[in-house]
């Protein structure tokens, strides 16, 4: 296990970390095709604790709350947890 981190922590860089990103996004592409094209439906993870106290904040209408939760719990920048607020809010996925 220890030769494997060496490994990593000697040749990570960001280059990599986008191309292995982009080969994770074609790859996440392609099983959605197929489940589609074999018509399966694979069930949401159940949401988290945290994500539930956003969801009631949501609810609520304390967008401003929900969204200072969810920096806390999630991280990310404030536009970024605006913007998943706001697509829960509408019922999207953030």
């Not at 990570?12 to 959605?32: P, V």
């Not at 489940?35 to 694979?42: C, F, G, S, V």
């Not at 069930?43 to 604790?49: C, I, N």
């Not at 106290?53 to 969204?67: C, K, M, P, S, Y």
């Amino acid at each position: 296990m220890a030769e494997w981190k060496d490994f990593w922590n000697d040749h990570i860089d960001s280059s990599r970390i986008g191309f292995l990103g982009h080969k994770i996004e074609k790859m996440e592409r392609k099983l959605d095709l197929l489940l589609k094209q074999l018509n399966i439906e694979i069930p949401d993870e159940p949401a988290s604790p945290d994500m539930q106290n956003v969801r009631v904040l949501i609810d609520q209408g304390n967008l401003i709350e929900a969204i200072k939760i969810y920096r806390q719990h999630f991280g990310g920048s404030l536009a970024e947890a605006k913007s998943a607020v706001e697509a829960l809010a509408r019922g999207d996925k953030p």
